[in-house]
């Protein structure tokens, strides 16, 4: 029997091929970070940070929403619980251009938790298919979901089951599952990313009892990971990797999607236009810069990239100029590691 036919005893599956995503990351992935990481991963999907329903509704909308035309394709993620404010915001969200709205069940923070959102809520499957139902009549884009596989002692196959048919009965179109479950007592969000252990099994499991595409999130930090986890899921959801070393994005992408991903200066240069652009609009260099740190990662001259981009550009004065002085930096660096290594062989 091929591996095809083995999976054909799995229902028809709704939705696009295999899919890269970067993950709502708060924070990290605001629209400077979507924007860098597009011009290294044309195709990727990629996430908001999340958003509270409530901020939108009582907020600056326009402001919080706003993003470049570039980033498409671009998914807002909400946060919240209340059916009305939520189809709501995914209605405005729309409005403003978003290719996909998620809905976040797998945040673990404190504050997430005092507001009624967040993994907690995977304990009120109704009350989340209420929210869903709210925002797939709000909108014509994808619906989804961002969970985990539990929450506390209420991790198993049958808990998690039952949530996500709940949500896709309710018309969820995918699930992003973060195939770790959240301790809310005790673990600080950052060791919920690290401290319950990965199980990709039981999101696989789900995956064949269900029909609607199922993007799998945790741990994928590596090319061979990518592809282990690309082989068996409809998409792979990449959260720290791509933050931290943008370029393993870049080779993930051209795993996925062919073409080849530019070097790291290319996409420093590229980047250049758009960073002169918002330092005329008044947004500091700063802001920018500070996703930039990782493109280097493992490169000759990473530190020095790191050190001066982190410790230069919060001056004031500080401009485009700093990056273009950087990078000739390391370009020279490369230049004579490349020399070295050539003498080293002759
Ligand atoms: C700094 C940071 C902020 C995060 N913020 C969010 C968020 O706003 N919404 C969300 O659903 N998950 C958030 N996450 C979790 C990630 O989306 C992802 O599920 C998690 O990092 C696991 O994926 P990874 O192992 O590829 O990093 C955040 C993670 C990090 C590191």
């Known amino acids: 029997m091929t591996s095809n036919e083995a999976m054909s005893c799995e229902p028809a599956r709704k939705g696009p091929d295999r899919r890269l995503c970067v993950a709502p990351m708060m924070d990290w992935t605001d629209r400077h970070c979507r924007y860098l990481l597009r011009l290294i991963a044309p195709n ?21 929403l706003a993003f470049d035309p570039r980033e498409h394709p671009v998914a807002l993620q909400l946060g919240g619980s209340d059916p009305g404010q939520l189809a709501l915001a995914a209605r405005v969200g729309q409005q403003a251009g ?21 993994v907690a809520l995977m304990r009120e499957p109704g009350l989340v298919a209420d929210c869903v139902t709210a925002m797939r009549e709000a909108v014509t884009v994808p619906v989804t979901v961002k969970t985990r596989i539990g929450v506390d002692h209420e991790d198993s196959f049958e808990f998690v089951m039952q949530f996500a048919r709940a949500v896709t009965e309710a018309g969820c179109d995918a699930l992003v599952m973060h195939a770790r479950k959240a301790w809310l007592e005790g673990l600080s969000p950052k060791e919920n990313r690290e401290v319950p252990p990965l199980n990709y099994g039981i999101v696989r499991q789900l995956r064949s009892e269900l029909s609607v595409p199922v993007i799998v999130n945790g741990g994928v930090d590596s090319v061979p990971a990518f592809e282990s ?24 992408h051209e795993t996925l999607y062919g073409g080849s991903a530019p070097d790291e200066g ?12 918002r330092l005329d609009e008044g947004v500091r260099l700063h802001s920018m810069t500070r996703h930039m740190l990782g493109l280097f990662q493992g490169r000759p001259g990473a530190r020095h990239w790191r050190r001066q981009l982190s410790q230069l550009a919060n001056r004031p004065g500080a401009g485009a ?3 273009r002085k950087t990078l000739a930096d390391v370009a020279g660096m490369t230049r004579g590691k490349n020399g070295q290594e050539r003498q080293a062989q002759a």
Do not use: W
Not at 106 to 117: E, M
């Open 321 to 323: 100029d700093l990056i």
């Open 44 to 64: 990727a999907l990629l996430y908001t940070e999340m958003i509270v329903a409530a901020a939108i509704e009582h907020g600056d909308a326009e402001r919080l």
């Open 98 to 118: 978003y290719d996909e709205i998620n809905l976040n069940v797998g945040c673990p923070s404190g504050r997430v938790q005092a507001g009624r959102f967040g």
């Open 229 to 252: 986890r690309l082989a068996e899921f409809d998409g792979v959801m990449v959260g720290r990797a791509a933050y931290q070393s943008p370029m393993t994005l870049g080779k993930m």
């Open 266 to 277: 290319t996409v420093v240069e590229s980047f250049l236009p758009y960073i002169e652009a």
